[in-house]
Every structure is written in structure tokens, then in C-alpha cells.
């Protein structure tokens, strides 16, 4: 076996162990109002580490991440690969910086995630998976890991996270309507560059 074969090999079991504990983690009930329904999904050989801001009321309802609207745009038009693929957990490990769908603030949409759940679940994730890239969804995600600087302009950069390519994307949600407008290189040029980065490394044709 290859370092990385024993690596992922001796991962594998720390990290089902970790969403075992994620899973039982009720730490925002009380700030939350309701019972949280935290979220895991991937195995520790994962290809692509995706990481977003936080799962919706339908992944809280479901249990599956990106499972809605933005989701299926973010599948189908942004990486242009089918639900089997994006759900095939030794291409995809799927995370965000909280867990666990924190509820709506009023007039103002979902609350924002606990930076805390990041600092305490997602480190230990971050360690234990093996992947090649990264991708980051939407602003909150993006300013995680790299504070103080616009995700505009992060958009259209390469960028290197723990030495690794990363990527970031705008959120995939029809209320971002205007930063599409206002950037339509997005999807003429950079949107184009990610899904070959992403097909390739999976090996799905072009």
C-alpha cells in the first residue's frame, strides 16, 4: 500500500467515529429554538472537499446536503456531473461550517452558522480527509479561510488551501441574481475552468 493508502486507511475509522459524535451533538438547541439535525456526508478518501456556509431547512428536513433548488443548480448547471456522481461519497465530501441548519432571522433569511461548530467539528474533518481540492461555496465559507478578502475576487483566483488547489464559488442561490449580472465572466470563462478541474479529476468525459 501507498502512504496515502495507509493514511486514508487508518482515517477511515476516526472519522466515521467523529460523525458518530457530530451526529449526537446538540450543543445550539437552546440558541436555535429546536432540536439540530447536524449533517455528515463522505468517506475519508473523498476526491473534492466541498465546504458551504450551512445546511438549508430542506437538508435539516432530509438529512442530504444540497438537497434543493441551489443544490441541483450547483449538480446539474455548475458542475455539470449527475446526483449519483455528486453523491458518490469517495468523490465528494460534502461539509459546511456549521453542521446544522441554524434557523431564520427575521427579514434578514437564514441565521448565520456558528463559527464555533466550524472550530470544533470541521478542524478534525479537515485533518482526517484525504482529498486533492478544495471548493468553497459562498461568501461565509470563502471568508473562513480567507479573511479580508473579497470573494469576488477570490472567485476568479487559484487558490492553495493546506497545499492543496482550492476554489471558490458564489453561492448558487437565485438571490445572488445581481453578482451574476454584475460578473458575467463567471459563467462565460471561470465556471467553465472549475468544471474541467472537476471532470477531470474524477475522470467523467467533458
Known sequence: ????NDTVSGNTEKLQNLHKEIQACRQCQASFGFEPHPVVFGNAN???????????RSVHL??????DASGKRLRSEWYGISDEVFYQPDYF??????HCYPGKHPGK???RPPVHCADRWLSQELALVQNEIYILIGGYAA????????????????????????YALPHPSPLNRKWFQDHPAFGQTR???I???IHTLLQLPS
Open 109 to 111: 433569511g437564514d441565521r
Open 191 to 193: 465556471l467553465k475552468e
Open 62 to 67: 432530509t438529512g442530504k446536503p444540497f438537497h
Open 195 to 197: 468544471r474541467r478541474v
Open 143 to 166: 471568508a473562513y479561510f480567507f479573511p479580508r478578502i473579497p470573494l469576488t475576487d477570490l472567485v476568479f483566483q487559484n487558490l492553495t488551501l493546506y497545499g492543496k488547489p482550492a
Open 1 to 4: 500500500m501507498t502512504a496515502k
Open 93 to 98: 465530501y460534502i461539509v459546511s461550517i456549521a
Open 46 to 56: 473523498a476526491k473534492i472537499m466541498q465546504i458551504s456556509q450551512a445546511p438549508s
